[in-house]
């Protein structure tokens, strides 16, 4: 009898165990892809008749003495404007400085942003529309994509804001690491441009196809702080002061991409 209690003690211990063992050799499910380009998206930057220019804004790298100076400050640093300014300074240090003391202001700067959403919207801004009558016609109609009139697409800042420039250039590196899309405030997409992709007007139908530049919507917060550099003795280091934190947004399209709507209708839209 013992025994048998024993053997039903074991059985049950073991299938108390089976469900986590299962679950651990469960499949983990994979991320999805949070700024996949969906399949209306086309790149034209062959077919492009107005060849823009890439948007290069390498992350600049500071010298060992501006990263020393920027590890030295509690508040963080990354605009590349006070990088370079730091990397063209140049401090010498003498072995008789015991006792020396400086406070050079270097003025009120936008030190960092943070990003707290990115959001891309494939139809950003419309910028031609083809069209075709087939309400006469007894076989379908094809047509393509061809861009009408040169369109200059723009993004900016959502509201007005100190130091704008240095504020849309850290915004945009962020969104463009984010992203991995070649983004700019600035695309144009030129007359004559096509894209070989047919759509079909069905017989007694009107066809229209719209074309949109794509852009991202990009929104967080930027932090403002007067920069001082303060040298005592052999130390040199940054101390932030009057630091100030302001929500910002920005539409930043993305270049060389077009978004495309067909839709077949009875009647004129």
Known sequence: MKKN???LMTLLLMLSFLPSAFAAKAPVKKEAVKYQVPPSVRNITKENTYPNSTQDLPLLQPSDLTKKLINSSRVKIQNPDLIRMLN???INSSPFAVGYRA???LGQWPLNYESSETSPNWEYQKINTNYFDNRGGRVPYQIHYVQEAQKIVRGGLTAKIPNAEEVKKMMLLTAMEKTHLPLAFETVIGGGT???HVYNIPPNRLGYLYAYAPGVN???????GEVYLMLKGNRKFIVIKNVTSQGIGAWIPVQDYVSFGFAASE???
């Open 103 to 105: 406070i050079v202001y």
């Open 218 to 224: 990009e929104k967080g917060k930027v932090t403002y």
């Open 267 to 269: 009647r004129p839209r």
């Open 194 to 196: 096509k894209n070989d």
């Open 5 to 7: 209690v024993a053997i």
């Open 88 to 90: 063209e300074s140049s």
